[in-house]
């Protein structure tokens, strides 16, 4: 199984603003995936982050708003740009391992 | 393009009686499903997931999810019901097992009472 853990676990930040959200599985993963759940929602992929190239972002998302890092094969970052309320959710950091798919404990983000 | 259908919004049930949460996809070949569940406040958990083999699949907690290709189902199931499994159950599928792009049902809220 992985463990995953994820800082900050919540903010409140105002808009404009910008928050960077860390991702750290105790197993080396060659792809990371970063979901977003909006309030009342379900969860939607945002991008895929391999080991030294660049994500690959779902439809709808686009690197400028969401830049992502993947330094080594253990971490991961996402930034929430220039943020607005819309953007008020819960960030989720996953990855694979073997045929089971694992969620880290996601960072509730609140816009104001 | 792949989906995943939860009829329900809401599935309430008294404890100790069984309880069906519905799951219906849409996928093209092989599909790979899952059942998580999400407590208040806290992260997504995995129940069980179907591959491939048994249609019966048994997963954590006492919840078991039969595979019905011909219906294109994957409802979550439990013989007898806690309050304490009161959560967020979603349902979600992927076209292969090599790809961490999951695609979830709506979630469906599931309320035991006493």
């Known amino acids: 199984s992985a463990v995953i853990s994820q800082k900050p676990s919540r903010d409140i930040c105002q808009r404009g603003t910008s928050l960077t959200i860390q991702c750290q599985v105790d197993?080396?993963?060659?792809?990371m995936f970063w979901y977003r759940q909006q309030p009342g929602q379900s969860l939607t992929l945002i991008a895929t982050?391999?080991?030294?190239?660049?994500?690959?972002?779902e439809s709808g998302f686009v690197i400028d708003k969401f830049p992502i890092s993947r330094p080594n094969l253990t971490f991961s970052t996402l930034t929430v740009s220039n943020m607005s309320p819309e953007d008020s959710s819960i960030y989720l950091c996953?990855?694979?391992?073997?045929?089971?798919?694992?969620f880290g404990p996601g960072t509730r983000l609140t816009v104001t | 393009a792949q989906s995943v259908a939860q009829p329900e919004d809401q599935v309430n049930v008294a404890e100790g009686n069984p309880l069906t949460v519905k799951c219906t996809y849409s996928?093209?070949?092989?599909?790979?499903l899952f059942w998580y569940v999400q407590y208040p406040n806290r992260g997504l958990q995995f129940l069980l997931k179907?591959?491939?083999?048994?249609?019966l699949v048994k997963g954590s907690y006492g919840f078991e999810a039969e595979f019905n290709k011909s219906q294109t189902s994957f409802h979550l199931k439990k013989p007898s019901a806690l309050v304490s499994d009161s959560a967020l159950y979603f349902c979600?599928?992927?076209?292969?097992?090599?790809?961490?792009?999951?695609?979830f049902g709506q979630g469906t809220t599931l309320q035991v009472k006493p």
């Open positions: 996953s990855v694979v391992l073997g045929n089971e798919q694992y």
């Open positions: 197993s080396q993963v060659t792809m």
């Open positions: 982050a391999n080991q030294g190239s660049e994500a690959t972002y």
């Open positions: 996928v093209s070949g092989n599909p790979y």
């Open positions: 179907y591959i491939t083999g048994d249609n």
């Open positions: 979600a599928v992927k076209g292969s097992s090599n790809t961490g792009k999951l695609i």
